[in-house]
């Protein structure tokens, strides 16, 4: 898979992407990710990206007009290209929609910063429009590293036993995964709970069923 992600800062994901499971990825091949720098596509001598928004306001905001040039750029070699800007005001991302986005061949990552994007880069330039939740943000490399690692996990040969990922939080519908524990079965007074060193496999997959119920009650309580 390849993705391309549009960044004022493309050295923000030169420690993530060479680390872990997601560094073995690309290592290999499994994922292919291209860092542009918007600023390359700057405009006059300065390489200018941003400006003063219209309406007056504080901060600054990112211009069309190097998102464009980059964005026709990328066209030339990914003419399939699936564009997303990150940004507040899109739909919330969640693992279905990672699901659908690790299907495709090439996803385009746009990075806001400042006070954010010329809104006719959302209007014209752009598929979709995703934010990863109710809270700030300095820019979008957080929110693009976030999509990049949630995408990654599910491309075959990204993880090694990939049945692993079937019993994850949220990949099955109104499920988080029940709590974990491993050794040593005593700590300082705080016990593993008994059914888990029973070996009883029906009372186990019971205790997991409860478990995850109860972790889902809560999370749809405090959502």
Not at 83 to 97: A, D, E, H, M, W
Request: aromatic share 8%.
């Amino acid at each position: 898979m390849q993705i391309n992600v549009i960044t004022l800062f493309p050295d923000f994901f030169e420690s993530p992407l060479r680390s872990s499971l997601l560094g073995k990825a690309v290592q290999s091949g499994i994922l292919t990710v291209n860092l542009v720098n918007l600023r390359d596509y700057g405009l006059g001598r300065h390489r200018q990206v941003d400006d003063v928004p219209y309406g007056g306001g504080h901060g600054m905001v990112l211009m069309v007009e190097p998102v464009h040039a980059a964005m026709e750029q990328l066209a030339l070699a990914y003419p399939q290209q699936h564009r997303i800007v990150l940004s507040p005001r899109g739909k919330t991302f969640n693992q279905k929609t990672a699901r659908r986005l690790a299907a495709m061949e090439t996803i385009t990552l746009l990075c806001g910063h400042y006070e954010g994007i010329d809104e006719r880069v959302a209007e014209h330039l752009s598929d979709e429009s995703i934010s990863i939740g109710d809270f700030i943000l300095s820019g979008g490399e957080v929110s693009a590293l976030a999509l990049i690692d949630s995408i990654a996990r599910l491309l075959p040969g990204f993880m090694g036993n990939p049945d692993s990922i079937a019993e994850e939080s949220f990949e099955k519908e109104n499920y988080i995964e029940h709590p974990q524990y491993t050794r040593p079965a005593d700590f300082r007074g705080w016990n593993v709970p008994e059914v888990l060193l029973s070996g009883h496999h029906a009372r186990i997959e019971e205790w997991r069923q409860k478990e995850s119920q109860k972790a889902w009650s809560k999370y749809k309580s405090n959502s």
